[in-house]
């Protein structure tokens, strides 16, 4: 059992947060939403009012929110204070490794760690403990913080090294491969349909031989169905971030990458047509479309 | 025990000949460059000086040539003669749906059977029957030649229907995902490299987690360990042929699609610098130069 604080209580913090509980830790919970967090009160967690509240000094949190500007909001000099020497702040956002780079800079001036630690799971998987963690940064922060991403969404850990924004610049890899994922599935499904095959026959072939992956057996058969919201979705207006994210990470470091481009934008033109609530496999409709197709 | 004939014995054709002679088939083998098809002899194969002369009439034959023009010029009226009414001509190449949809009209018109049944399968998958094979066309055509797919080269066969050209389809849209997710796994690893994160280390968690498919997981070795040529290779030369066969199947069925548009132009530059040699996997060397690696 460890005292931990958490912050961060959206689609993904969420399942992560009632695992962690009910693997018996004790958790100081924030969230900008309070009305989100109260769920975890019948479950033990207390319910704070700030995020210095859910930190004890050397202690762990974890936070878990939805970009740069509320995770730089968040790491005050007062949060700073708070967590003191040898306290981990393990980041499970998606979010630009410059900015991991200089909050770890940050935190080990005050004489405590920041430990990259994003989530590759969507909520169902993180749910049910099948997720992934890519982690990067001090050894023994790392080696503090491991059987809580067990206990709370993960399947297995990778060990990304320690320069700190290494996790985040695979996490930004790993949803940049999905996304292109995604796009190829969806020029290959529009030329399946516009040459009379049945993009069906096409998903089964595909996916049980060369492109076994979750990725293209879950979203291709979202692409096949149409199904571009979903209850617990993983919104474009998120993907577009992330794909953002991907093209500063590039731009900086002088990379052309023309799929990156591409499915930006995509997913630009998705939430120019207003489509708030869709899922980001909602990328998909720019091949459609273009194809004349629904 | 079927008598067969044989046409074409190239990188593919060997193999998937040898297996059909252990399986006890009788062959009658013809291939342009008579020489490599000398092998086949101690294995018991015919082997004969012209395609007509490879054929029984009402029998089965197998054709697996470079091109749609290769195929073209063996198809000819004294080839759909000899195949006669019954005779079952089953296409392995790789070659246009135009081209397939009219050499099926051609044997239609004759009393013979064409059956697209294209390949997946790398050379050295077709040895060990791990291959996968499309079919489509005439529903008894298939059932015929069934089980020498399976002793030839395939473990799955995936039916995609009765219009003949469909298998033609299915194929030109695997080669288009292969492509592509070898242009997104050097995107990918370049930015990891220009950034400071071991692409080994994506690999490994991109290749057993989200993308675990044996495309992701051999090529992207390939890729990692800069291994752009190889002796049993598929040339970048019939990769680019491929490439041609999806632009122009999408150009005539009017479906954009810029990933396939992207590959094309990878391929070409691999060509360009006069790799002859180079194994399609070359086409990362495009995202690698562009960011300044080799």
Redesign the interface.
Known sequence: MQKIGFIGIGNLGLPIAENLLKAGHQLKVYNRTREKALPLEKLGAEIVDSPVAAIEKGGIVFTLVSDDAALRDIVTPAFLAALGTGGVHASMSTIS?VTAGELAALHKKEGSIYIASPV?ARPEAAAAKMG?A?ISGDAAGKERIRQLLLDGFAK?I????T?P??AN??K???N???A??M???A??F???E?????AK??Y???T?????????RNYGAMILNREFEGERSFKASLGLKDIDL?LE??RN????????N?VHQRLLTVLSKGRRDADWVALATG?LN???LK
Chains 1, 2 share one sequence.
Do not use: Q, W
């Open positions: 490794p590759f992934n890519a297995n990778f060990d990304m090294g320069k924004e290494n610049v695979m930004l890899i790993g940049f491969m999905i292109g994922a796009e190829l599935m020029e290959s529009v030329l399946a516009k040459n009379g095959l049945d026959a096409a089964e072939l595909l049980t031989t060369l492109f076994t992956g979750p990725i293209f991907v990470t590039a470091s002088y990379t052309p990458m023309p799929i990156a591409l091949a273009d194809a004349g």
